[in-house]
């Protein structure tokens, strides 16, 4: 697969990179069959779980 990079600086491009690199797989299932409840499922997943490690981090000091 080809793609231009997009014009921006080179480490707003290494952010968003190693951001990329280091996210979780989203699903073992081509992007296809990847629905809008799949996504919304996710984002909901992913703000609870960084809702209860701040929530964590508060309690724990």
Known sequence: MCY????????????????IYHTE?????PIQKITPNHL????T????????EKLEKRFTK
């Open 4 to 19: 231009a990079k997009p014009k921006i600086r080179q480490r707003t491009y290494e952010g968003y990179t190693s951001q």
């Open 25 to 29: 797989p989203l699903w073992n299932m």
């Open 40 to 43: 919304q499922n996710r984002i």
């Open 45 to 52: 997943t992913c703000k609870k779980k960084v809702f209860l």
